[in-house]
């Protein structure tokens, strides 16, 4: 790898790794969670306030970015990274996973995908071309290739097709990639592993996107309404025949317990829209689980959310405040419980780095599950 991407891996334990991922823009501590900042923004939190919770990565969504402001438009204003006022690396996807998911405004053809806006009912193009145009008129540090993110459940012929098409999909992406020499000396290129829950679909994705070349490998896919259980088994067979030298990225995982599911089989970075959707929803994660803050228990409690917790809204906030702010629909409320639960990811992230440092990995685990399985914080 160049050093316009290097991935050292400073540490293993079991099929666990933890590294540095080293870019123009800055360094990705893995294993990194990336919030998701869907249009621009990480939804009721500003860039900094993001950056304050440890975090290394944003994610950028091509999608939605395409059709508003538009990709040519933020090129104008100088890129997505002084758009947003966000100086460290980005990762764009590639809008398959949103143009797939408009069922009945979309038209799938070998070419690429004529769709509807959700927005306004214009027509719109994706193909793996326009998408790595896109990307590159954001300025993305990561870019995604284009895939079909195959449904499920879907038959094992109707998931070979679908993979096999994303192969090609992924061909044309890297030479799309490469057509931007200028945007390709200073990004990277992720290609997506498909294949469903089928062990022998997944190895020939696998050795598709190797022949090709990628940056990185992203597993997609998952977390489709498999389940847990099935995620980790199709996890546990595929790791193994995935590269050991690239990044592996997870894609749209997702819950504490699924990353760390995950980290624990060999994933190295994953994004969700889950911390700042239930901080929006006046939903809290703690070292216990979960807690409802819009719940009536707690309109007189003084406490902070999770004393261990060193986010605004725990050290600032007692939970009698953020249930009022809550209960009100103040947007404060949203914004002090955003930023906890991002904290809450990155110090679980942090957490997991440092246990697989130490060769300690198998006992934090043990311990997360233990203080998991102790309830809800807010009955202690």
Known sequence: MSERFKFDISATDGNARTGVIK?????????????V????????????????????????????????????RIDRLGGLHKFMNWDQPILTDSGGFQVMSLTDLRKMSEDGVEFR???????????????????????????????ECTPYPATKDETRVSMELSMRWARRSRDGFNSGKEHADKSALFGIVQGGVHEDLRRTSINALTEIGFDGYAVGGLAVGEGQKLMFEVLDFTMPMMPTDAPRYLMGVGKPDDI?????????????????????????????????????????DPRPIDETCGCPACSDYSRAYIHHLIRTGEILGAMLLT????????????????????????????????KRLGGDITAL
Do not use: W
Request: hydrophobic share 40%; with cysteine; glycine share 10%.
């Open 339 to 370: 930023g906890h639960n991002l904290q809450y990811y990155q110090d679980l992230m942090s957490g997991l780095r440092e246990a697989i440092a130490v060769g300690a990995l198998r006992e934090h685990v043990a311990a997360f599950h233990e």
């Open 117 to 147: 806006s959700h927005i306004d009912g214009s027509r719109h193009m994706l193909s793996p071309e326009r998408s790595m145009e896109i990307q590159r008129l954001l300025g993305s540090d990561i870019v995604m290739a284009f895939d």
């Open 260 to 300: 760390v599911g995950a980290v624990e089989r060999g994933i190295d970075m994953f994004d969700c829209v889950l911390p700042t959707r239930s901080g929006r929803t006046g939903q809290a994660f703690t070292r216990r689980g979960t807690v409802n803050m819009k719940n009536a228990r707690h309109r007189d």
């Open 37 to 72: 900042g869907t249009a621009a923004t990480v939804k009721a939190m500003t860039t900094s306030s993001v950056r304050a919770t440890g975090a290394d990565i944003l994610l950028g969504n091509t999608y939605h970015l395409m059709l508003r402001p538009t990709a040519e």
């Open 23 to 35: 870019m123009q823009r800055g360094e990705i501590r893995t294993p990194a969670f990336m919030p």
